[in-house]
């Protein structure tokens, strides 16, 4: 099931790339980084990491029962990214992502409540300082408008 899983995510991940490098420009006509550099990146990460992933999950030949217990995280998760999608128009996405990543990290990292809070800020301030500032791209504002 694992590797079934896997493959679908290294099919998903070969078609994202296929469309990164084929629809968007990888340079502007400025001779700028295009609309297409940051696409083809990770798509070729997430290739290169879903085939490593692959490859070490055949090697250690586990058995399906090991991960009978993960489907409980997996809803989870499913239903805090539902979650975090109605968060993302209510509170808009540094909030959304400071309180998702806070409940995410609390289930899949319990007992590190330190840890997981300070990952909950640090990430989507690093993301906000990188679009909104550097790249002068929004991240997506909320209903109510914060300082941030």
Same mark, same amino acid.
């Given at each position: 099931?694992?590797?079934?899983?896997?493959?679908?995510?290294?099919?998903?991940?070969?078609?994202?790339?296929?469309?990164?490098?084929?629809?968007?420009?990888?340079?502007?006509?400025?001779?700028?980084?295009?609309?297409?550099?940051?696409?083809?990146?990770?798509?070729?990460?997430?290739?290169?990491?879903?085939?490593?992933?692959?490859?070490?999950?055949?090697?250690?030949?586990?058995?399906?029962?090991?991960?009978?217990?993960?489907?409980?995280?997996?809803? $989870? *998760?499913?239903? !805090?990214?539902? @979650?975090?999608?109605?968060?993302?128009? /209510? %509170?808009?996405?540094? &909030?959304? +992502?400071? =309180?998702?990543?806070?409940? $995410? *990290?609390?289930? !899949?990292?319990? @007992?590190?409540?330190?840890?997981?809070? /300070? %990952?909950?800020?640090? &990430?989507? +301030?690093? =993301?906000?300082?990188?679009?909104?500032?550097?790249?002068?791209?929004?991240?997506?504002?909320?209903?109510?408008?914060?300082?941030?």
């Amino acid at each position: 099931m694992r590797i079934a899983f896997l493959v679908a995510i290294l099919a998903g991940a070969v078609f994202y790339t296929t469309v990164a490098f084929t629809d968007l420009g990888f340079m502007t006509r400025t001779g700028r980084l295009g609309p297409g550099f940051f696409p083809r990146v990770i798509g070729i990460l997430m290739i290169v990491l879903a085939l490593w992933t692959i490859v070490d999950e055949l090697r250690k030949g586990r058995r399906a029962d090991a991960t009978a217990g993960l489907w409980r995280d997996v809803t $989870a *998760l499913v239903g !805090l990214t539902l @979650g975090y999608a109605v968060l993302l128009w /209510a %509170l808009g996405g540094f &909030l959304a +992502s400071v =309180v998702f990543l806070l409940a $995410a *990290l609390s289930l !899949l990292n319990p @007992g590190r409540h330190l840890q997981n809070g /300070a %990952l909950a800020l640090v &990430l989507p +301030s690093a =993301v906000y300082l990188l679009f909104d500032v550097l790249l002068n791209a929004s991240t997506p504002p909320g209903l109510v408008s914060f300082p941030i």
